[in-house]
């Protein structure tokens, strides 16, 4: 089959379209309305207050206050300085500078603890995950120790979207007077998030995964919590994130943040029956298919299934060609496709974690198109596990 003209996105876990809305909202501040923040001049003014609207939007979605929103270029920055600037300041203290972490953290995180620890001397513990790949209470108390300055567990997995316990964790992680920060990107705009910025210190956010443009963010930095300046320049962001303020992309991730909001409730139940839908078709054409994450503790948009036998990048590739878009819970590096270090966490093998393909739905999708992408996967997959077939009973014939 040809492919197709229009395309099924199924990858809104990796990054979401451009809300019409959001476009429509950034483009004055892309064309007349260009005046620095910083300016005392009545353009400049106008773009101060968009950013202090955008500031509030977020906070009221975080039921918190806008004096605790640092606008970023995005969730890996914010991770970075949320890590980076937690260890520097307990260092430069004398006080301890061991961090505690998530062994299925997204990359961001862990990359960042890979250089605390080799460059800057941290102690970095990985804390172990179930088999659905959450972490239990239990066993970050264990792992707690006086020489603790920071945990750092995200909300929902960017790979299989299980959820984290994050109140029991940082009520842990407080009771020893110890920093919690949460990835949120994957989570912020697709579920309630009132509750976990409320038990946090620190919370990342990113605006491309909810419909708003690339290169927006934000870190939560709870009032009276310390946290040293991550870029150093100007007096942007409270003198904390120095640089002037991409006002566009802030004004989009506002809007994006608004929208988000507003429909969090039935879209996502719409988005969850549009995963359940794809996942029953799914199981009913295709033999032997596991599910990856927590059945129930899982974000709505989320579907990460395992086809043994199958190679994930051979079925990505052969969706691609029919016009479907998909993403693989695993990273490519030097050109072969590794095996997803969440999965390989959760306990399945390397074989297991090669065979996963991730599915996210969002709002665009509909039940034709969760029919159509049913009916199309499984054909590639009975397609390729034929092929699997034949060539062992080759092998066989020949000896």
């Known amino acids: 089959m040809g492919k197709r003209s229009i395309m099924i996105y199924l990858d809104h876990a990796a990054t979401t379209p451009l809300r019409p809305e959001v476009l429509e909202g950034m483009l004055p501040y892309l064309r007349q309305g260009y005046g620095n923040p910083s300016a005392m001049y009545a353009a400049g003014r106008e773009a101060k207050r968009a950013v202090t609207a955008a500031r509030e939007i977020i906070a009221q979605s975080l039921s918190l206050h806008p004096d ?15 890590l980076v600037g937690a260890f520097e300041l307990a260092k430069a203290e004398g006080r301890g500078t061991r961090i505690v972490a998530s062994a299925v953290e997204h990359h961001a995180v862990l990359e960042t603890l890979r250089y605390l620890e080799e460059v800057r001397g941290a102690s970095v513990c990985l804390l172990p995950v179930d088999g659905d790949g959450v972490v239990h209470p239990r066993v970050l108390s264990e792992a707690l120790r006086e020489d603790c300055c920071l945990v750092s567990i995200m909300t929902a997995n960017n790979e299989v979207g299980s959820l984290q316990p994050i109140a029991a964790l940082a009520d842990i992680a407080h009771r020893r007077n110890v920093l919690f920060h949460t990835d949120a990107v994957q989570a912020y705009g697709h579920m309630p998030m009132g509750d976990i910025a409320a038990s946090v210190d620190l919370l990342s956010g990113s605006g491309h995964k909810l419909g708003g443009p690339k290169g927006t963010g934000f870190l939560v930095i709870r009032r009276g919590v310390p946290m040293r300046a991550f870029f150093h320049g100007g007096a942007q ?12 992309g802030i004004v989009g991730l506002g809007i994006a943040a608004a929208v988000a909001q507003r429909d969090l409730e039935a879209e996502t139940e719409r988005e969850a029956r549009l995963r359940d839908q794809l996942y029953h078709q799914l199981q009913e054409a295709i033999p032997h298919v596991m599910l990856n994450g927590s059945r129930d503790q899982r974000l709505a948009n989320n579907l990460n299934l395992c086809f043994p036998g199958v190679s994930a990048e051979t079925l990505l590739i052969l969706l691609d060609q029919r016009g479907i878009a998909a993403g693989a819970g695993a ?27 991730r599915l996210t739905v969002g709002p665009d999708n509909t039940e034709e198109e969760m029919k159509d992408a049913a009916e199309q996967i499984a054909e590639v997959v009975r397609h390729l596990r034929k092929g699997v077939t034949d060539r062992i009973s080759a092998e066989k014939e020949a000896t």
């Not at 270029?73 to 300085?81: A, F, I, L, Q, R």
């Not at 050109?335 to 074989?351: D, F, I, Y």
């Open 331 to 357: 990273a490519c590096a030097s050109g072969a496709l590794e095996p997803s270090h969440v999965l390989r966490a959760m306990g399945r093998s390397v074989e297991e974690a090669r065979s996963s393909v």
């Open 68 to 82: 605790e929103i640092y606008f970023t270029s995005g969730g890996t920055e914010s991770d970075n300085w949320a």
């Open 237 to 248: 962001e409270k003198r904390r994130r120095a640089g002037t303020e991409n006002v566009a």
